[in-house]
């Protein structure tokens, strides 16, 4: 069955990096693209971008260029997302999300189980 | 922030039908495929409906999907107390950036 498992819990403080993985298993890793979605609490879903596994080529929403790196490693089946220069607001939840079909606009089917990251001083 | 709109909440009795609205625009729902998600308390999103109106296998027929013009909708038929949760309608614009909805919380009565 298609897993996706995410990387731990994190700490931050404001300027500092973080990198979050999602290993995938049950499924052919670079057939499918591998969407990032971050929930801050008590708010709604909010798309950061996608990476296609197979070419490494990526799409990151507005708000995040600049700021956002998407990777992989598919030796290991693992999808990279690393979010710099935090400040507080990045506080939330981080999904990485696969491609319910392999056709390149296919939303997000199967999810991670989310990772927190908190950005405090 | 997000450019998909949906009420906050909608609520209803067991047993009984709700429907959740998704309005975008040309750029976004009007020329591509709505898709729509639940959200249980403390879980991960879980795809309901793709493509407009496709259901994933698992998903049972008591959710369904529309979409018209630069709107969608859920239906919800038979509500049960463990549909609820959060629920987020989803599409692309025309850059291929995906966009969600503000989210709606449906309330069993």
């Known amino acids: 069955q298609v897993q996706l498992v995410q990387s731990g819990a994190e700490v931050k403080k404001p300027g500092a990096s973080v990198k979050v993985s999602c290993k995938a298993s049950g499924y052919t890793f670079t057939s499918y693209d591998i969407n990032w979605v971050r929930q801050a609490t008590g708010q709604g879903l909010e798309w950061m971008g996608w990476?296609?596994?197979?070419?490494?080529?990526?799409g990151y929403a507005q708000k995040f260029q600049g700021r956002v790196t998407m990777t992989r490693n598919t030796s290991i089946s693992t999808a990279y997302m690393e979010l710099s220069s935090l400040r507080s607001e990045d506080t939330a939840v981080y999904y990485c999300a696969r491609g319910y079909q392999i056709v390149a606009t296919s939303p997000p089917g199967y999810w991670g189980q989310g990772t927190l990251v908190t950005v405090s001083s | 922030q997000s450019v998909l709109t949906q009420p906050p909440s909608v609520s209803a009795a067991p047993g009984q039908k709700v429907t959740i609205s998704c309005s975008g625009s040309s750029s976004n729902i009007g020329n591509n495929y709505v898709s729509w998600y639940q959200q249980l308390p403390g879980t991960a999103p879980k795809l309901l409906i793709y493509d407009n109106n496709k259901r994933p296998s698992g998903i049972p027929d008591r959710f369904s999907g529309s979409k018209s013009g630069t709107s969608a909708t859920l239906g919800i038929t038979g509500l049960q107390t463990g549909d609820e949760a959060d629920y987020y309608c989803?599409?692309?614009?025309?850059?291929?950036?995906?966009?969600f909805g503000t989210g709606t919380k449906v309330t069993v009565l």
């Open positions: 990476m296609n596994p197979n070419s490494g080529n990526t």
């Open positions: 989803g599409t692309w614009d025309s850059s291929l950036r995906k966009v």
